[in-house]
C-alpha cells in the first residue's frame, strides 16, 4: 500500500519516517514535504482538491498531520470521494479549531478542565478581567499557530491581551471571542491517543517545551523540544487521564452525534496530582511525535487502519521501546517572530544508531540544504536512560550549523528533574 502523508513539518517527516519502515507500506509520497523528506509532491496541505486528484490517480491511504485541512474538512471531502484518509472530520476536529467549542464540550460532559468565560465585547471582557479572582489567561478562539494564548501575570496585561485580539484584531476571524481561563499552576505533559470513534488506545507520554528560552523563559511557540516518556504522568495518572480524560471526550463525542477518529491529543496540566485538560488537539504534537515515532515498536500503519475501519478493539495494545527519546528543536534566530531564511545547513551528512534528524523548515535546492522555516529541524536522540538521549540529541546538535542556528539548551531536564 502506498501512503501520502499531507504536511510539510517534523511530525509529518517523523509519521513518514516511522510508515516507511513498516513490510506493508510501499512509497510514502509527501505533500508537500520538506527537505529531509522523500518523494514530495508540490501539493500544498491546503490545496485538498489537488491532493483529492493526487490521492485517487495513486490509490493510496492519505495521512494528515496539521490541523489546518482537518478544520478545513479535509477528510470530510475524501470520504465524499470514497477515498481513504486517516484523521477526524471537521466537525470531531472542532475540538481543537474552537477553544470556545471545546471549553463548552468540556463543560457540559465534565471533563476536568480550568474554570472559563466566554466573549465577544471587549468592554465587558475588560470589566471581568478588571475584577477576576485568580490569575488569567486570555485564548483566542480559532487556530492561531500556537500564538493565540496568553498566559497573564497580572490583569494590566489581560486587558492588553483582551484588546489585541478583540480590538487590534491580532489573530483576526480567529479572534471574534475570546476565553478568559482560570491560569492553573502545575507541571504540563501531553497526552495523545489514537482512536476510531469508539474505542481509544494511548500513545507514549511525553512533555513538550512550549515557551522560546530555556528556563521557560518568553514567549510561547508550537514547541521547542519533547522527550518521551514524561516522569509527569505515571502509571496511576496515565489510567486516570485515559478514563476521565479521552475516553469520556471520544464517547461524550458519540452521544453527540461525532465519531472522533484521529490521534486526539490533550494538553494536561497536573496540579495537586489532579489533571486538567488545558487544550484539545485534534491530531499528532510537534514536536512530540518525533520522539514518540522514534519510541514505537508497532507498526503505525496497522492502527492507522484500524482507526479508519473501527476495528482497533481487535488489535493489542501499542507497544514501545523501554529506551528514552529527546527531540530538540533547532530554530532560526528571530523564531516565533521574524527569522532569516535559505541559509544553508552543514553537518547533517552523518549516520548515527542513536540519534536521527527529522526536517521541518527546509528544503533542498542542487543537493543543497537551505532553511526555509523558523522551526527548522528535530533532532532526535535515543538513550538508555533520559540523560543518555539527551547527550545523544545534544552531541548531533553540535555537528549541524548555520548562521542563525538557535536552540534551547535545556530541553528533557525538567525530565532529569523529576527523578
Ligand atoms: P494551549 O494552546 O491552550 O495549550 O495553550 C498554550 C500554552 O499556554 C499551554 O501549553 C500552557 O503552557 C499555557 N496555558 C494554556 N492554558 C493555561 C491555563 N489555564 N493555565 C496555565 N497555563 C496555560
Ligand atoms: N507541540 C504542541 C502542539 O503540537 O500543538
Request: glycine residues 10%.
Amino acid at each position: 500500500m502506498d501512503i501520502l502523508v499531507v504536511g510539510s513539518g517534523g511530525r509529518e517527516h517523523a509519521l513518514g519516517w516511522k510508515l516507511s519502515q513498516s513490510t506493508k507500506v510501499g512509497t510514502v509520497y509527501h505533500a508537500p514535504g520538506n527537505g529531509g523528506t522523500k518523494n514530495n509532491v508540490p501539493i500544498e496541505a491546503h490545496e485538498i482538491e489537488k491532493l483529492i486528484q493526487f490521492a485517487s490517480e495513486k490509490k493510496c491511504l492519505t495521512v494528515v498531520g496539521p490541523e489546518v485541512p482537518l478544520a478545513a474538512g479535509i477528510v470530510d471531502e475524501f470520504v465524499k470521494r470514497g477515498l481513504e484518509i486517516f484523521g477526524p472530520t471537521r466537525d470531531a476536529a472542532q475540538l481543537e479549531s474552537s477553544k470556545v467549542w471545546a471549553k463548552n464540550f468540556m463543560k457540559r460532559n465534565g471533563i476536568p478542565t480550568a474554570r472559563f468565560e466566554i466573549f465577544d465585547d471587549a468592554k465587558k471582557a475588560i470589566e471581568y478581567a478588571r475584577s477576576a479572582a485568580w490569575p488569567l489567561v486570555v485564548k483566542a478562539d480559532g487556530l492561531a499557530a500556537g500564538k493565540g494564548v496568553i498566559v497573564c501575570n497580572s490583569s494590566q496585561e489581560a486587558i492588553s491581551a483582551i484588546n489585541k485580539i478583540l480590538v487590534e484584531k491580532s489573530f483576526g476571524s480567529a479572534g471574534l471571542k475570546v476565553i478568559l481561563e482560570e491560569r492553573i499552576d502545575g507541571a504540563e505533559a501531553s497526552y495523545i491517543a489514537i482512536s476510531d470513534g469508539t474505542v481509544a488506545y494511548p500513545m507514549a507520554t511525553s512533555q513538550d517545551h512550549k515557551r522560546i528560552g530555556d528556563g521557560d523563559a518568553g514567549p510561547n511557540t508550537g514547541g521547542m523540544g519533547a522527550y518521551s516518556p514524561t516522569g509527569v504522568i505515571d502509571d496511576k495518572l496515565a489510567e486516570e487521564i485515559q478514563k476521565d480524560i479521552i475516553e469520556k471526550t471520544i464517547s461524550s463525542m458519540k452521544k453527540e452525534g461525532i465519531v472522533f477518529k484521529g490521534f486526539l491529543y490533550a494538553g494536561i496540566m497536573v496540579k495537586d496530582g489532579r489533571p486538567y485538560v488545558l487544550e484539545f488537539n485534534a491530531r499528532m504534537g510537534d514536536p512530540e511525535c518525533q520522539p514518540i515515532m522514534m519510541r514505537m515498536e508497532s507498526d503505525l500503519v496497522d492502527y492507522i487502519k484500524a482507526s479508519i475501519g473501527g476495528t482497533l478493539a481487535s488489535l493489542p495494545k501499542i507497544s514501545w521501546k523501554k529506551q528514552s527519546a529527546v527531540c530538540v528543536v533547532l530554530a532560526s534566530r528571530g523564531y516565533p517572530d521574524s527569522f532569516p531564511k535559505d541559509e544553508e545547513i552543514c553537518g547533517l551528512d552523518m549516520d548515527s544508531p542513536n540519534s536521527y534528524v527529522f526536517h521541518a523548515g527546509t528544503r533542498l535546492v542542487d543537493g543543497r540544504v537551505l532553511t526555509s522555516g523558523g522551526r527548522v529541524l528535530g533532532v532526535t536522540g535515543t538513550g538508555d536512560t533520559l540523560q543518555d538521549a539527551i547527550s545523544n540529541a545534544y552531541g548531533r546538535v553540535e555537528k549541524i550549523s548555520w548562521p542563525s542556528k538557535y536552540c534551547r539548551n535545556d530541553i528533557g531536564r525538567k525530565g532529569l528533574d523529576l527523578d
